[in-house]
């Protein structure tokens, strides 16, 4: 059967049958309608799934294409990797190029070193801070998501945190994926976010075990939930004096807020930082930058961090990512894109707000948010008892029905331009009426 002859339904009864779950990835079910969307294909801000409906796409495939789908820039770069034929397991002047780009641009790449998910390259991150400390322990904030490996899997969303915690002590442990060892839970530390006392307490008891502290500078796994850079420079502070890697996940905050990614936003520089999704506008494609001190571990003649795959480096990720840093350059590139969405977003919050529905949207950059049954700030993963997942779903379920969809991660891209910032607002202020009456 041919995808685009059929529909939804009988697509996806297919898909099971050859598919687990029939998907690819299981955040490929949509959290509102419990159901994956199969998709034709994709164009500037918009999606056409397999019966040729179009949809205003504020999911942007997990906040990978934040410049747009099909930009035409990228895909002119991708032809000519065709053209001169695609190989692996080589370098190519295309990986120097790219790398040169990061270190131009991100404030803690001295060197780089490629890898292909964001999930890869954590793993990766925490292997080095290991080897180049010699330590055992990794810090990491209760409820952030670092990828789908072993050691980031628990309490990795904030609805797995340990709610009992009152922001004074280590987090508990929760349940881990089935297939997990027990064990793992004795390599980490769990602490509450954008609390720097207790990392304070915990370093002074235990630094001589602790490797690194893993964060995202910006959470935007849990919606839009921020942090100030008086707490990142206290981490910071805390690391100096203990001689702990601080690792930046920008797999999802990277280029959201300009080209310096969140580190540069907040002016706190980590030892360490993870790029990918927006590094290549959603091609495959991964990077560890960091401080040239900690990166030369991977090459150590006498006691190397491994780190190697066939394809690291990937020419058509790379070739993708040097069109995608062209795009980002250019003058006034990032001001008139975030002016856009920042005028788009407090007009969405008006509507909502004139319609009577209880919503908070909350945004940093690009990526943001519809925090669904308060109008208050949503500033630690404890306020988010307040909200209504009925009313949520109802509404969001109306939105995607009226042709605007929504998944997680939400992005307004460099591609949703007045126009269709203006058709959204219009259906999306119906969307909540309609679910104000279910």
Request: proline share 5%.
């Amino acid at each position: 059967m041919s995808p685009a002859a059929s529909n939804q339904a009988a697509f996806s009864a297919d898909a099971l049958t050859y598919l687990v779950g029939g998907v690819s990835s299981s955040f490929r079910i949509n959290p509102y309608t419990g159901r994956p969307l199969y998709i034709q294909r994709a164009d500037g801000p918009y999606l056409h799934d397999i019966e040729g409906r179009r949809y205003i796409d504020f999911f942007m495939g997990h906040g990978a294409c934040p410049l747009g789908h099909n930009r035409p820039e990228i895909r002119q770069a991708l032809a000519a990797i065709l053209e001169d034929g695609v190989f692996a397991e080589f370098d190519h002047p295309l990986t120097v190029a790219l790398a040169k780009k990061i270190v131009e641009h991100v404030p803690c790449a001295e060197q780089v070193r490629y890898v292909n998910s964001g999930s890869e390259g954590t793993l990766l991150s925490l292997r080095l801070a290991r080897g180049y400390t010699g330590r055992t322990r990794v810090v990491r904030v209760d409820g952030h998501f670092h990828g789908g490996h072993d050691y980031v899997l628990g309490n990795n969303l904030a609805s797995k945190t340990d709610r009992d915690n009152p922001g004074d002590r280590l987090s508990k442990i929760g349940p881990l994926s089935a297939g997990i060892p027990d064990v793992i839970r004795e390599t980490l530390f769990l602490v509450p976010w954008n609390r720097p006392e207790v990392i304070e307490r915990l370093a002074g008891e235990r630094g001589d075990e602790i490797a690194a502290i893993l964060m995202n500078p910006i959470d935007y796994n849990n919606g839009c939930v921020t942090t100030t850079t008086e707490y990142l420079q206290a981490v910071r502070d805390i690391c100096d004096r203990h001689g702990i890697v601080l690792i930046f996940d920008e797999i999802l905050s990277g280029f959201r807020t300009g080209l310096s990614c969140a580190q540069g936003y907040y002016g706190v520089t980590p030892d360490v930082c993870l790029l990918g999704k927006a590094l290549s506008n959603g091609v495959p494609i991964a990077a560890i930058a960091g401080k040239e001190r900690i990166m030369r571990k991977v090459m150590d003649p006498e006691d190397p961090v491994v780190a190697g795959g066939t394809f690291s480096g990937n020419l058509m990720g790379c070739a993708a990512g040097l069109a995608a840093f062209s795009i980002m350059e250019a003058p006034d590139f990032f001001p008139v894109w975030l002016r856009r969405a920042g005028k788009f977003l407090d007009s969405l919050q008006s509507a909502l707000d004139e319609e009577g529905f209880p919503a908070r949207v909350q945004y940093l950059g690009c990526n943001f948010f519809i925090y669904v049954g308060t109008r208050e700030p949503i500033r630690e993963y404890r306020d988010l008892a307040r909200l209504n997942a009925a009313l949520a779903r109802t509404f969001f379920q109306e939105c995607i029905e009226r042709g605007v969809y929504f998944h997680t991660d939400f992005t307004v891209s460099a591609m949703h331009d007045d126009a269709v910032l203006a058709e959204a607002l219009n259906q999306i202020r119906s969307a909540a009426r309609e679910a104000l009456c279910s």
